[in-house]
């Protein structure tokens, strides 16, 4: 492991250590602040009418009944202004890119069931509900398809009549010339299962239009504060200097509350039909599963081409995404058949590589980002390919990967789809998972029970790099019309010492206000307790795409670093006027200024903040007032961060039962801001992936309804499913301001491929279609 | 998902329930006990009673007294967490504890359970296996119903709209076995299977296979008619019971891997039973 040295070593350094967290407190006792919490004065409830069919023309709406109810004060259709006039727009350059237009109310036909038709206005919920069940809607049933590799019965768009929204062929090398030469090729077949992100807190927003200055406030739990006001201005032709966006304390996102939705701009426009009125909606569990985003709904068709000694040398797939009714705004449809096709050979080396991704639109909730985006579903098909590869070739498991590692020697290394690797450390993460798992333990008493009654034990293995924290370059691929490589961070000393951040990053549980917080602290040499970090209000901080794509450490983290250390360099520089010392001479630490070599302070920072804002007599010539410095930080390209998990299970044969043994991840977090955090953030992550891998499953019938619509069928794991957790890091400091790499999804990328490789160990069947469940382990053994 | 508007009553006594129950026209009154299966399906608006009628601050309901050597009267009220601590019925605390997760069972009640009637519900099955006694109550009328014929399909029972449970008596199996398959800790089982020993004769009832619990007269046959419950018997009961349900499959598992089940499950019930376990201690686990 790499030693990392700090600003100040010598300090009493924060960044590091598992200082606890700013936010726990105020959770523990019960005073996290929701959007669920917010009781403004007169607040009117919002249901939403939602179709119950999944392809549907709208032949009329009837809400004259409705409207006749004393207790309904208003009801909005699509049919009507403002609602028809706007629709989501997600956009891209990528030539093949065909865009939907996703209705606010949908008012002319209806594409997946669960999409809002309606929104009712009542004093509460439960009146609201009662509304929407006097609306009147004629439907004309169209075709239904759910399936995007079925032949489509009817257009879900005008625009794209096959309903393929996009196609990308990533393609490098001669791919037919080396699987011609390849000793053997194999062919799969791999599907990965629909699911959602399923935060604890769904969805929810209160909108208030304020007729007094024509100002909208929207509290809401996003992960975007600043996307959604500028987004807001464009869809209700407002300025964005008279939008708030403020999303509170928010319990969990995990990509679902990334983007735009039409509910949400529903009730900002109803907010300002209704001036004045706090226009709220919480969505419930039901609306939760029907119609927010979905993802990892993917077929891959893999072939791949090795040499004798276990070489990669080709690689071909098609890959289709079933991206659901729209394009999900603002991230397009192509977030996950792009995100399969740029990174499917993972941590490899590959020349020979031809891909071709689609996204299909189908009659069923839209895709949309999901912690791991399509890398869960890519690493599962890319792992696969492995193990039976090395099956065929009568090689381990463990050394098919080893022969075929980036490796340090290789960074920089061009993948073929042109993504940078800077990591290469993967050999390392699987050496010491190997160390962590005793891999000769299990492997002997693998042996022991073969002979024996007791159940089969497997163990399976997942090698993986994750994209974190991409800037411009990186996130470029898309082509969507911005670039989410930079953040802002603006960092102030106030008037007595204290620090207040006001930071672009947003949180939903993974404890941003510390991490940032951690980061300024060392950045200027304060004490952690002298830091307060604000976030999530567009009023407040500059700028800030927001929480995706294991971004905000090192992005947002950047930022705080680089304004940090402005502040840190005026507050030097100031007293070193004052004191009449060389700059070079003095130390920031602890809140103080020491002159090297002296055992006692010289002034505090508060001596100095209070000159810098009360005494401007007292400061240098040009120097201006004010201890404060905002700064945008852009990594340019990303860090790649390894992961390597591996896992043991048993299984009961007479029930096709998995009882997981031991699971152990090692990831590469660069330098580790902090530890709990971190093993907090890949023990979900890693929970979330065997959610996915053995239980979570949203499936339409043939009709487009959603079959497991509540938690009773959509099953998400509990404490009593989920593994104890062997944790290791390796820290490979990455090139960014603060050495990190992401963190926030890895975890997710190896559960589908350790269960499937384990299984597969253990039973010797091949798991072609997640998720692996008890009952088709079962039938496998017939 | 929010009920849509109902009245609501607290009755006193299980006269003064079954009367509101009788009073409301077009018979759309509910009895409300633990709520943990009603208030679903209210918040769904898949039930839409004009009229709730809260039995949950009626005295003497929440009992269990032993009323002979080999039964026992259980209140309609009597928790599901009640049921695991109790100490007569090792089957009934083992059964128990199958049912959700505590919070459930902490409010869940046992009439509850019996009169919602879900063919997968643990008490149900272990009522059919065990020859429970229902006993019930309507405005003019008390009588008894055999768990047996209570059941009459997915969430339907044989009791008139003015109806209630008051209590069930359970008989004390001899000898006993419990066996359930979920897919997650605390979720209804796939396939659940009671077999208990009353006065000599052994009872199958097996739930998850069809719309109520249903018999395995078969299996039982087999059973009954030998002197010794050979490993050998046990495999040709389970086999005739899997050979005798037909389950409709769905996502959660196809009808022949619950088929799969009922052979494993019913194997492993008999073997509990022949090893005696209902006589060994409880498992306060
Ligand atoms: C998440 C979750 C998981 C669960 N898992 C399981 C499980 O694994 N196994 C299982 O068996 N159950 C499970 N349950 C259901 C639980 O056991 C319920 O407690 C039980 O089914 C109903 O009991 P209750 O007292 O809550 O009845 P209520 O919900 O109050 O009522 C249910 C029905 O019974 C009627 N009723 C109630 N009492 C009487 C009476 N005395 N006379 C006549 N009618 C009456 C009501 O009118 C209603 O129709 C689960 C519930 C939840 C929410």
Redesign the pocket.
Known sequence: MTEITGVDPKGNESVGRAVQRKEDYRFLIGRGHYVSDLRLPGTRHVAFLRSPLAHAKINSIDISSALEADFVEAIFTGESDPFKSVSLIARSALPSYIETAQPILAWDKVRFSGEPIAAVVATDRYLAEDGVELIEVEYERLPTNVSAWSTPAEPLHKEALDNVLLERRFQSGDVEDALAGAEVVIERELISNRQGGNPLECRAGVALFEPGDGTLQFWSGTQVPHLVRNALAELMGMSEAKIRVIAPDVGGGFGTKAALYPEDVAICMIARLMPGTPIKWVEDRAEHLLSATHARDHRYLVTAGFSSDGTLLALKADVTCNVGAYSVYPWTAGIEPLMAGGLLSGPYRLENYDCMVRAVATNSSPSGPYRGVARPASVFAMEAIMDEAARRLGMSTIDIRRKNFIGPQDIPYKMPTRLVDDSGHYERCLDKALELFDLDQFLEEQQRRRGTNEPPIGFGVACYNELTGLGRAASAGPRMPFRTGHDACTVKVNPDGTVTVFSGVTSQGQGLETTVAQIVADGIGVDYDDVQVRIGNTDESLWGFGAFSSRQAVIGGGAAQLSALVVRDKVIRLASELLEIDINDLILRDGKIWVAGEVEPRLSLAEIARVAYLESNRLPDGMEPGLEATRFYDPIRGAFAAGVQIGSLEVDVSTGEIRILKWVCVEDAGRVINPAIVDGQIAGAIAQGIGGAMYEHLIYDGDGNLSTGTLMDYLIPTSGEIPEMIIGHLQFPADNPLGVRGVGEGGTLGPNAVIAGAVADALGILVDQLPVTEGAVWEGLQ | MKPAPFDYVVAASPREAVQYLADVEDASA???????????LLALRLARPSLLVD?NRIPGLETIERISETTIRIG?LVR?RMLCAQTNSPLLHEAAR???HSA?RT???I???L??A?PA???PIVAVATGMVIEVMGPSTQRTVDAQDFFIGTLENS?ADDE??VSVISPLPERWGFAEYTRRH???GLVTVAAAEVQGEVKIAVGGVGSKPVRMLESEGLVNDSVTLSGQLIDQAARAAAASVEPNGDFHGSARYRIGLVEELVRRSLRQLGSGQADSEVDWS
Do not use: N
């Not at chain 2, 509910?30 to 009603?38: D, M, N, V």
């Open positions: 509910k009895i409300i006990a633990g709520g943990q299966s009603l208030m679903p039995i309609t599901h199958w049912i959700g459930i409010r869940g009640t009439g509850g359970s009169a919602h879900d519900a643990e008490l009791l209630m449970i605390g979720d209804f």
